[in-house]
């Protein structure tokens, strides 16, 4: 069976239980098949990131598969050590990673480099942390809600309520580079690392 492709349009795209320390480089990923859906999208040539996606379909695709999570089709493991995921789809031009966040597990102050990305949180809720020019800005993500990660955003997601969380991730093009930030005192982001990607791999997910 060939691979998903999507079809281009002239549209532009894009807007600008246990703690623990749980990074993408100590998570432990399940690979499966890629997934084949019957999807119309209405994506677009992009001048800015080398991907016909937009955020819209990233995200209609992270509710998508959040709907098949719901149904049972996708089962989901609570590692109270360490995040846990599942790789659902990976081609050229998409990645659609499945996790569960438990107690105060979180990820890392990050970027996706040249991939835009999206979520939409199945069960329980997420804090994202967000870059905002002076500082880091937090909002609550709450079950059913989903929201797009243009290029330059950094971020870092967590779970500090008592009870689990699920999510539903996708990348486009799939993650092959990125970096990580620390905020210094004077409320000045600096990044302290970057790191190559390989195709599949869990790190920088989140």
Do not use: C
Not at 56 to 62: E, P, S
Not at 80 to 100: H, T
Not at 171 to 188: G, I, N, Q, T, W
């Amino acid at each position: 069976m060939s691979p998903w492709r999507p079809q281009l349009s002239s549209e532009r795209s894009g807007a600008a239980g246990v703690p623990t320390i749980s990074t993408s480089a100590v998570a432990r990923a399940e690979v499966l098949a890629p997934l084949v859906h019957r999807h119309h999208w209405s994506t677009s040539v992009l001048l800015h990131a080398p991907t016909s996606l937009v955020l819209a379909d990233l995200t209609a695709l992270t509710r998508e598969v959040a709907s098949e999570v719901h149904a049972g089709l996708h089962p989901v493991t609570i590692d109270p050590d360490r995040r846990w995921y599942r790789l659902l789809r990976s081609d050229s031009y998409v990645d659609v990673w499945l996790i569960s966040w438990a107690t105060e597990q979180t990820a890392e102050l990050h970027d996706h480099a040249g991939s835009l990305g999206a979520l939409t949180v199945v069960s329980g809720s997420l804090v994202e942390q967000r870059w905002a020019g002076d500082g880091l800005r937090p909002r609550q993500l709450r079950a059913g809600r989903s929201v797009g990660f243009p290029l330059g955003h950094v971020h870092d997601v967590g779970n500090p309520a008592p009870t689990p969380a699920v999510s539903v991730h996708a990348y486009s093009p799939p993650l092959s580079a990125m970096s990580y930030y620390a905020v210094e005192p004077d409320r000045r982001l600096r990044r302290t690392r970057s790191v190559l990607v390989e195709s599949g791999s869990s790190k920088g997910v989140g």
